[in-house]
Structure formats: C-alpha cells, structure tokens
C-alpha cells in the first residue's frame, strides 16, 4: 500500500515564527502536493512538484513555500505565520506514469497559529 | 480552468435510505473523476474513479457514480447507507495532460439512526 505520512497530526504555533511541514512518500511517485481545507472550501492547492527541485504554484501560494530536495519528500514552509493560515494541511502524491492515476493523501496536519 | 460544484453542502439521511450527493464540473477537455471520501481528523481516502469505459463505476463501501459527459456530472449514489458513512465527501477532476486535481467544496453526509 501506497503510504504517505505527514510530520504532526496537530501543530501550534506563534504568529511570526516559521513553520516547516514535512511529507513524506514511499512508492517512488514524482508528484507531490500541498493543499489547504478549510469549512465549505474544500481542498485548495498551495504548491505541487512534479519533480526533484522543481515546483509550481498552486491556487493560493502567498505566504508559503516549499522544498523538494529528494524525491520521497516534499516540505511546506510558512515564512512568517500568520492567524489566517491556521488551516488543516494535506499532502498527496501521484505518479502520471501509473495506472491509477489517483492521488494518495497523508493523514493531515492541523495547524493553529496563534 | 476547472472548477468542480457540489450543489449539497450537508446531506441528513435515515440509515438504511438510499443517497445521492452530487457533482457537476466545468471542463473543455476530456477528464478523470474521482470521489473521495474524509472521515473525522483523517486523511482523504478514494472511494471510486472514473477514467475511461462503462459510465457507471462501482467503488469501495457499496458505492457507485455515474459519469454523464453531457450533463458534465458524476453523481455519487448509495442504495442504502449505515451510520458508519457519515462523512465528508469530495468529487475531484484531473485533465488528461496534467495530474492536477480540482476539488470541490465538500458534502458532509449526516447518516441518523
């Protein structure tokens, strides 16, 4: 079974402090991404890397930034925390190349900035 | 781009009642579809997919959709549902050429005894 794991289940932290999120994948997929999901929004996508050291932007990327220095991970930086980006976080990842063509998610970071 | 609507927000059902949550997406091209399903303080899990074939797909937990490329749907159903499906439910599309999702905003299905 595809397994993607995420650092913290649950996570607080102060305005102004920067905050790293890793994610990490173990069936070799080459893309990985970071969504959002807040009440009555859905999932919105923050960044996405189809590649080692590559990324893209998703839909609502200010204020965050991410790095993908090996295949198996791909972390999410909050420069500077701010109350509006207390969210819950969820990473994912897929292989265009493979048959199911679907995307594995984590478990979820829920982040409280405070 | 895409954009994906749930019409539903919440859904309260009896157990045992038939469900239907539903999915219309906006789309020039051809896409993949997908239901997803998120139970409390979890990660989302697939239920079924839609990528090429029979319209009707049968998924996990005696779930099924229906793709309607004319009516640009993929409607979730359920002949009869248990209190263990209470959840939230998210349709998702991704064009052939790329492997980006777009998400709707989420059904919560409300099972009652």
């Known amino acids: 079974d595809v397994k993607v794991t995420q650092s913290s289940r649950y996570l607080v932290k102060r305005t102004g402090e920067k905050v790293f999120l890793e994610c990490v994948q173990d069936m070799d997929h080459e893309n990985m991404f970071w969504y959002r999901q807040d009440p009555g929004l859905g999932l919105r996508l923050i960044y996405f890397?189809?590649?080692?050291?590559?990324?893209e932007k998703g839909d609502i990327p200010e204020g965050y930034s991410v790095s993908r220095e090996k295949k198996e991970r791909f972390s999410l930086i909050l420069e500077s925390a701010s109350t509006n980006q207390t969210s819950m976080y969820l990473c994912?990842?897929?292989?265009?190349?493979?048959?199911?063509?679907?995307?594995?998610f984590g478990p979820g970071t829920r982040l409280t900035v405070t | 781009a895409q954009s994906v609507t749930q019409l539903d927000s919440q859904v309260p059902v009896f157990e045992e009642a038939p469900v239907e949550l539903r999915c219309n997406y906006s789309?020039?091209?051809?896409?993949?579809l997908f239901w997803y399903v998120q139970y409390p303080n979890q990660g989302l899990q697939l239920l079924l997919k839609?990528?090429?074939?029979?319209?009707l797909v049968k998924g996990i937990n005696g779930f099924e959709a229906e793709f309607n490329k004319s009516q640009t749907s993929f409607h979730l159903r359920k002949p009869s549902v248990h209190i263990s499906d209470t959840a939230e439910y998210f349709c998702?599309?991704?064009?052939?050429?790329?492997?980006?999702?777009?998400f709707g905003s989420g059904t919560k299905l409300n099972v009652k005894p």
């Open positions: 994912a990842s897929s292989s265009p190349s493979g048959s199911s063509y679907e995307q594995y």
């Open positions: 789309s020039s091209v051809s896409v993949y």
């Open positions: 890397s189809y590649d080692v050291k590559m990324k």
């Open positions: 839609y990528l090429s074939g029979s319209t």
């Open positions: 998702a599309v991704s064009e052939y050429n790329f492997n980006k999702f777009y």
